[in-house]
């Protein structure tokens, strides 16, 4: 679908139903850009929010259109959701809550299992190092086009998954594994006084 076409659905979408203003003024604005030429949202972030140095996400209209139309969520949109997190927390002063960019971490098939695992287990790594200190650690995770969130609880040693689909726990057991085996390392190296094997906990009651 053509960027113009895109900007113009949301745009139609926005004056058909009682949306916020805010809203508006997006679908406005991206039907500006679009009659520049232009397809993207840029996102500007800082070392400290993802520790890969200072970047930008990119966020395209395509992508706006099908969350607005509940087709599917990119995992750049989580990620730009989770720095508007951060900032809300850097807001109310709480430093007790990190994050893993789920931009970085995610499922592919792309790649040979063996590659993605090696990856998966230095990225998560590094968010853990990085995020020592912190109290909790989140981890929006998807595989098969669902998204679930794992909880890092750092201090009781706990990882509680939010899975509003009841998707089998067998489908994202590759990733509890990584996690697990970092933790393991982790812990030696950084956390002494937490325990291993992380103690996991489902719930699948998470608002849908």
Not at 143 to 171: G, M, Q, T, Y
Request: proline content about 2%; hydrophobic content about 45%.
């Amino acid at each position: 679908m053509e960027h113009q076409a895109i900007a113009a659905s949301l745009s139609a979408s926005a004056c058909c139903c009682s949306c916020s203003l805010p809203f508006h003024w997006c679908c406005s604005s991206i039907l500006k850009a679009c009659g520049r030429g232009e397809e993207w949202i840029f996102v500007r972030f800082r070392d400290h929010h993802y520790f890969r140095g200072d970047d930008i996400l990119h966020i395209s209209f395509e992508e706006l259109h099908q969350l607005y139309h509940m087709d599917a969520l990119d995992k750049s949109i989580i990620s730009s959701f989770c720095l508007l997190q951060m900032s809300e927390l850097q807001r109310i002063q709480d430093t007790s809550v990190g994050f893993i960019d789920p931009y970085i971490v995610f499922k592919t098939d792309i790649i040979a299992k063996e590659q993605w695992v090696s990856e998966a287990q230095k990225n998560i790594m590094m968010f853990f190092m990085k995020q020592h200190d912190k109290t909790t650690i989140l981890f929006s995770y998807n595989f098969e086009f669902h998204w679930i969130l794992i909880v890092i609880d750092l201090n009781s040693s706990r990882l509680v998954i939010l899975n509003s689909l009841r998707k089998e726990r067998a489908l994202y057991q590759d990733m509890i594994d990584i996690i697990q085996g970092v933790w393991k390392e982790f812990i030696r190296q950084h956390r002494k006084d937490c325990k291993a094997p992380l103690n996991v906990v489902e719930i699948p009651w998470c608002l849908r």
